[in-house]
């Protein structure tokens, strides 16, 4: 008995059970209450084996993430995709617990997630590189043996003409953060300052160098908002470390069925439902899904809409 066998096939057993269960003195009633659960459970059941193992997964799993927190949420990044939850519901899981994430970083950064030691208190998780979507590996490789090499890159211009990444490679970094801005620099100045310093050194286009002179202050540019900052996240890595509360949403096979193809193609949707609470839990009965848009922002921001000059 299974799950994946049909209800035909199931019911194929039922007069033959109330037949025997009769021969055994047990009231037709009472037999056929049994049957009804036994039909429940064969829509969720396993076998034992299956649940044991399980069991003990879930056991081994628990204690790793109380005694090796970070090394534990570390192993499970680097091994997606796998499982049922995406990598941003487990770094939002670890945040609540105490771990702190850390966001990719040219100079901090290998090409997977690393475990990073601090000076106080229990190491951190470091996003690798290879997490900024459409960076090609082989080139973020060629950009950390550089600087094992050769010692951090000073800047943009040191970065563009060392790192062996193209532009498109440094133009995705620089959207997902990962450039090692000061703090009184955003996503917008990095971006702009890789456009003036120009392409340096990249590992599948010859040996051409750039002159590792450092480009002009970037103009005073609007920073990015909370809200752009969080789809420019999402765009850039598939996660945002920053605050994003996690809601469930309950979507009805009806309303499914209605909205499967934006449900299935968009990166990001807006809900429309009821809110309840229930036991503690926050859910939403959804009744409308829609395509949540944002054509200034995307995996990476065209030159025409990363700047926003201040005011």
């Keep these: 008995m299974s799950r994946k066998r049909s209800e035909e096939a199931l019911e194929e057993h039922h007069e033959r059970f109330v037949a025997g269960a009769r021969l055994r003195g047990v009231e037709g009633e009472t037999a056929e209450r049994i049957w009804t659960g036994i039909q429940g459970f064969s829509g969720f059941g396993f076998p034992k084996a299956h649940s044991a193992a399980f069991g003990l997964l879930a056991y081994q799993s628990a204690w790793l993430r109380v ?32 771990v702190e994430v850390l966001p990719p970083d040219v100079n901090r950064s ?7 030691p601090r000076d106080a208190g229990e190491p951190g998780v470091r996003i690798g590189l290879g997490y900024v979507i459409g960076v090609k590996e082989r080139e973020m490789e060629a950009l950390v043996e550089e600087r094992e090499r050769g010692g951090p890159y000073a800047g943009v211009a040191d970065l563009s003409s060392r790192s062996g990444a193209g532009r498109d490679g440094l133009e995705r970094l620089a959207w997902a953060g990962a450039l090692g801005t000061s703090p009184r620099e955003g996503r917008r100045e990095a971006f702009w300052r890789l456009g003036v310093a120009g392409s340096g050194r990249h590992i599948e286009e010859g040996t051409q160098l750039a002159l590792p002179l450092e480009p002009p202050r970037a103009p005073e540019l609007a920073p990015l908002q909370p809200w752009e900052t969080m789809l420019a996240d999402y765009s850039s890595t598939g996660m ?34 009821r809110l309840e609470r229930r036991e503690g839990t926050i859910n939403v009965l959804v009744e409308e899904i829609a395509a949540l848009e944002q054509p200034d922002l995307r995996a990476v921001a065209p030159a025409g809409h990363a700047f926003g000059r201040r005011g």
Excluded: W
């Excluded at 570390?74 to 499982?83: D, I, T, V």
């Excluded at 290998?110 to 990073?116: D, T």
């Excluded at 996690?246 to 807006?270: D, G």
């Design 110 to 116: 290998g090409v997977k997630c690393h475990v990073e």
């Design 240 to 273: 945002t470390l920053g605050e994003h509360g996690s809601i469930n949403l309950i979507v009805p096979q009806s309303v499914f069925e209605r909205f499967r193809a934006i449900v299935r193609t968009a990166p990001l949707i807006r809900a429309r439902g």
């Design 67 to 98: 005694h090796y927190a970070a090394e534990f949420l570390c192993s499970l990044l680097n091994e997606q995709p796998m499982g049922f939850y995406p990598p941003d519901a487990l770094v939002h899981e670890a945040q609540r617990r105490d």
